[in-house]
């Protein structure tokens, strides 16, 4: 089955650092997604994008987080200036319609010191 | 707003045991789509099924199967004859027609006792 790739697997950061979060979603997928998991909590959605553009984002997509497509293939979520809080596993997703099953990448943990 | 409630934070059972996991939604969505994810010790989020809101009939896969019940707004997940590999936590998600953002419960765990 073909799977979303995700890298790094950790990322360790000192706070007020700058991170990219780097996917690489299924290739024939149109929708793309970020979602985060802190510690023990369930899964929140952070935002999702289609056809070169944000279309949904949730109210932890502030200002310091930035998604971007710089090519065919990858998928990046950039966080300008990392706060402690900001210390979860992030997910990638990929789907291809709306509605369809989301495929997960295998996530990258953060750790914001 | 869209809302999905797992109730039950934690369930312990001995292998062979049947156990079911609840799921209730709230959506003013008249089309949406559930899902059951798998979140085992290893981190990584594992589909299990999707349903839409139109197709009503229980499903079956293996040890696996689920009740969806619109009358009641409950997708309800059972494991038949557990095993310790069953042990993870297991998600159940909503997404409305308009958008793909999945809404997560709080999640489940399940821990199978060998």
């Known amino acids: 089955e073909p799977e979303v790739t995700q890298t790094p697997s950790h990322q360790v950061t000192q706070m007020g650092q700058e991170v990219i979060l780097r996917c690489v979603p299924i290739s024939n997928h149109l929708y793309f997604y970020w979602y985060r998991q802190i510690l023990g909590q369930k899964v929140e959605f952070l935002v999702s994008f289609y056809n070169n553009e944000i279309s949904e984002k949730s109210e932890i997509f502030d200002d310091q987080f930035s998604v971007e497509r710089p090519d065919g293939s990858n998928f990046t979520l950039k966080i300008r200036s990392t706060k402690l809080e900001d210390s979860a596993m992030y997910f990638c997703a990929s789907s291809s319609g709306v509605g369809g099953k989301l495929f997960f990448g295998s996530g990258t943990q953060l750790s914001v010191l | 707003a869209q809302k999905v409630t797992q109730a039950q934070t934690e369930i312990s059972v001995v292998e062979k045991e049947d156990v079911t996991l609840d799921c209730v939604y709230e959506?003013?969505?008249?089309?949406?789509?559930l899902f059951w994810y798998k979140q085992p010790p290893s981190g990584e989020l594992v589909f299990l099924i999707r349903r839409n809101s139109f197709d009503e009939q229980n499903e079956i896969s293996g040890r696996y199967s689920w009740n969806f019940q619109k009358s009641t707004s409950s997708f309800n997940f059972t494991i038949t004859a557990s095993q310790v590999v069953d042990s993870a936590v297991y998600f159940c998600?909503?997404?409305?027609?308009?958008?793909?953002?999945?809404?997560f419960g709080g999640g489940t765990r399940v821990l199978v006792k060998p």
């Open positions: 998600a909503l997404t409305g027609a308009a958008g793909n953002k999945l809404t």
């Open positions: 959506t003013r969505d008249t089309t949406y789509y």
